[in-house]
Nanobody, 117 residues
């Protein structure tokens, strides 16, 4: 059974940092694209970053230079290191996965990130 569990969210002041974790089970992250999305109140879910062996790392323009996505294939876990956080980064952060050429499959329940001014 595929499962994604996000953790690491919290309350941080602007300019601070957080590291989110996405622990995956039921599939091997080596074989798929794993991504972070976020959703803030009143807005749709937006792409943040993705990682895959075949496609490398991709980032939304709004987080380039501030966020870094990485993985630990032994732990089957993907991380999102977030630095220089801004109030606009406040959102629920979700991780998801897909095989190349397919749509996003399972989603985690998300972890709340709140950045205070």
């Amino acid at each position: 059974q595929v499962q994604l569990v996000e953790s690491g969210g919290g309350l941080v002041q602007a300019g601070g940092s957080l590291r989110l974790s996405c622990a995956a089970s039921g599939f091997n992250i080596r074989n798929q694209i794993v991504a972070w999305f976020r959703q803030s109140p009143g807005k749709g879910r937006e792409f943040v970053a993705s990682i895959s062996i075949g496609n490398g790392n991709e980032y939304a323009d709004s987080v380039k230079g501030r966020f870094t996505i990485s993985d630990d294939t032994f732990k089957n876990t993907v991380y999102l290191q977030m630095s220089s956080l801004e109030p606009e980064d406040t959102a629920v952060y979700f991780c998801t996965h897909r095989r190349p050429g397919e749509g996003w499959a399972s989603w985690g329940r998300g972890t709340q990130v709140t950045v205070s001014a």
